[in-house]
């Protein structure tokens, strides 16, 4: 059986620890006591939490060549195949849409842009790169993205919230493409900033690349080479990439998720190849059987929350949303949302404020678990 004819288990574990890690980091107990790990870097640099949304594109563009690979062989058309993507891009944006429409349904304030409508829109931009373009050509697609998105922050002056002039300024709400964000979705932005978005327009260019980048690493899985040849040729280029995105963070702009720098894009491909590539080795290209097949038994965890990836990430988020709508009446008149009620015992335990606000995040991942568990069982896959 080749690999278009069968489901990399290494895949889906990759793609369950990566949504564990979302929910993880998506529900502590209380934002204000966190581990520095478990949150976002404040601007420049990174954390644990700012491999996510990367790792969550570059798997995406790992399940892109690995499908288009089965339906090509199939004998679909491309216009099919374009079709197929486009169709699935629709679908992810309106439920990450409608997501931001709880708890207040206001279409004068909806925030337009969102975790899920970035995967949408690298998707269907990716379509016709992946569909009608080689390998070669889709590496030179990446590096054309990169240097233009790198020319427009870097070079093109721009006005900020303040209306001062200035080229190369990234800073929050300065940049170029801060610029773009209030020119065409002014009053639809993040509200925690209201100026800028850090799923914005331009910044949708290098988050495309890394997309991209597991569209390579895909057709790489596809090629000829032994499975333990692919795993060292991707760990090496996980390494380069680290180091691209080192050098390219000191001499041309740093690493920093909200603007999705270059270096940020090229650096956590770099981490994305090597965790993908560890599981690849453990669970799909270990030559001992019995060791692969130890590996998966201990990964199932994981792999039951990968087969339902999209439908936890957004369950989860809803739930969270909920927890804060639903306000319940306290003895004194007052009322308190379910979510911090739930909390409340948490918090009373005799720990560290920053270890309660962690419990709680473990267990309503233990709580998502719960339900992809169950979905599993049933049998229950919901697909996009």
Same mark, same amino acid.
């Given at each position: 059986m080749n690999l278009q004819q069968q489901r990399l288990a290494s895949l889906d574990a990759f793609r369950g620890f990566t949504i564990a890690a979302m929910v993880? #980091? *998506? *529900?502590?107990?209380? $934002?204000?006591?966190?581990? @520095?790990?478990?949150?976002?870097?404040?601007?420049? !640099?990174?954390?644990?939490?700012?491999?996510?949304?990367?790792?969550?594109?570059?798997?995406?563009? #790992?399940?892109? =060549?690995?499908?288009?690979?089965?339906?090509? &062989?199939?004998? &679909?058309?491309?216009?099919?195949?374009?079709?197929?993507?486009?169709?699935?891009?629709?679908?992810?944006?309106?439920?990450?849409?409608?997501?931001?429409?709880?708890?207040?349904?206001?279409?004068?304030?909806v925030r337009i842009p969102g975790v899920l409508q970035r995967i949408a829109v690298c998707t269907l931009l990716a379509a016709p790169i992946v569909v009608y373009l080689g390998w070669r050509a889709q590496l030179a697609v990446i590096a054309f993205l990169l240097a233009l998105y790198a020319g427009l922050m870097l070079y093109v002056p721009v006005p900020d919230v303040h209306g001062v002039w200035a080229a190369g300024a990234l800073e929050p709400g300065r940049d170029f493409g801060a610029f773009v964000d209030r020119w065409l979705l002014d009053g639809h932005l993040w509200v925690k900033s209201k100026s800028w978005d850090p799923e914005g327009v331009t910044s949708t260019l290098p988050a495309l690349c890394s997309q991209l980048a597991g569209v390579?690493?895909?057709?790489?899985?596809?090629?000829?080479?032994?499975?333990?040849?692919?795993?060292? $040729?991707?760990?090496? =280029?996980?390494? @380069?990439?680290?180091? #691209?995105?080192? #050098? @390219?963070? &000191?001499?041309?702009?740093?690493?920093?998720?909200?603007?999705?720098?270059?270096?940020?894009?090229?650096?956590?491909?770099? $981490?994305?190849?090597?965790?993908?590539?560890?599981?690849? $080795?453990?669970?799909?290209?270990?030559?001992? =059987?019995?060791?692969?097949e130890r590996a998966r038994r201990l990964s199932t965890p994981l792999l039951i929350y990968g087969m339902n990836a999209l439908f936890i990430f957004a369950f989860s988020g809803f739930v969270a949303k909920m927890l804060g709508f639903i306000?319940?009446?306290?003895?004194?008149?007052?009322?308190? &949302?379910?979510?911090?009620?739930?909390? =409340?015992?948490? !918090?009373?335990?005799?720990?560290?404020?920053? *270890?309660?606000?962690?419990?709680?995040a473990l267990a309503f991942n233990a709580a998502m678990f719960g339900v992809a568990w169950l979905m599993w069982r049933k049998k229950w896959f919901v697909k996009v």
């Open positions: 993880l #980091v *998506n *529900n502590p107990g209380d $934002w204000s006591h966190l581990y @520095a790990q478990l949150d976002h870097a404040e601007w420049n !640099g990174w954390t644990f939490t700012d491999t996510i949304f990367p790792f969550f594109l570059f798997i995406g563009g #790992v399940s892109m =060549a690995l499908s288009l690979g089965r339906l090509a &062989a199939a004998g &679909a058309a491309k216009p099919a195949l374009l079709g197929k993507l486009a169709w699935r891009a629709t679908l992810i944006f309106l439920i990450g849409f409608t997501l931001n429409f709880i708890p207040n349904f206001n279409l004068a304030t390579l690493a895909g057709r790489w899985l596809l090629s000829r080479y032994s499975r333990g040849e692919q795993t060292v $040729w991707m760990m090496l =280029a996980g390494l @380069a990439c680290l180091a #691209v995105g080192s #050098v @390219a963070d &000191a001499l041309l702009m740093p690493i920093n998720k909200s603007l999705w720098t270059p270096s940020y894009a090229v650096w956590m491909t770099g $981490w994305a190849l090597l965790a993908f590539g560890a599981f690849f $080795w453990l669970l799909d290209a270990n030559p001992h =059987a019995a060791l692969r306000k319940l009446a306290q003895p004194d008149g007052g009322k308190i &949302a379910l979510g911090r009620l739930l909390y =409340a015992p948490i !918090g009373a335990l005799p720990i560290a404020p920053v *270890n309660a606000s962690l419990l709680h």
